[in-house]
């Protein structure tokens, strides 16, 4: 989770960016979008409409930026419902591409693909599910970045991501108590497979 000086910090870049700063703009793109491409690519087929899709998605964002207002949580949890925007709008107009957000899965690369066994578990989950898991564990969100991103509070995330992994661990069977999933180029991430580490993630107790 941003520390409350990591926050603080990104306002201030926010604001400057808000106000033409054009170098603070470059940062908040380069701090974000090695997620927005890992999100797409995870959710379309061809690497390069990934690339379009999060490019698009920053463009997306400049225009709506005048319209943003700080209210003391990440930035980024603000621009994957962008992302997720225009996402849904690439669904739309391309009725080949299987819909994430609707419940399908995209192809699988072994490039960024989860073992098999590990990603069909994730593909039986319900989509909420999915993408509790997907936005905490495998993009690297915070919590409260991932529940902004689903319109919850975090107690609310908190429950759900809970719920998520409880289904995940019942469905995946008797298994390690975690595993690494592929993430961007600052490192590996990983779902917790026990009750206790789940609620220890998100700053809980596990009951």
Do not use: C
Request: charged share 30%; net charge neutral.
């Amino acid at each position: 989770m941003l520390s409350a000086s990591d926050l603080e910090h990104e306002r201030r870049r926010v604001a400057e960016a808000q106000s033409g700063n054009e170098q603070a703009w470059r940062a908040l793109f380069d701090e974000y979008y090695p997620r927005l491409y890992a999100f797409m690519r995870k959710r379309v087929s061809d690497p390069q409409t990934a690339d379009d899709l999060a490019a698009e998605t920053f463009v997306d964002a400049f225009r709506g930026l005048p319209r943003f207002r700080w209210r003391g949580t990440p930035f980024g949890a603000w621009l994957f419902k962008v992302a997720r925007n225009r996402l849904r709008m690439h669904y739309r107009s391309t009725p080949h591409e299987p819909d994430s957000l609707s419940g399908s899965e995209p192809s699988l690369t072994v490039d960024h693909g989860l073992a098999i066994d590990i990603e069909t578990t994730l593909g039986s989950l319900p989509p909420e599910y999915r993408e509790a898991i997907d936005l905490r564990y495998v993009l690297g969100l915070t919590g409260p970045e991932a529940a902004a991103a689903m319109g919850r509070s975090h107690g609310a995330f908190r429950m759900l991501l809970h719920r998520a992994t409880t289904a995940f661990r019942e469905a995946y069977g008797d298994e390690p108590t975690s595993f690494s999933v592929p993430r961007d180029s600052r490192g590996d991430r990983r779902i917790p497979m026990s009750e206790p580490e789940a609620f220890q993630a998100e700053g809980g107790r596990a009951r």
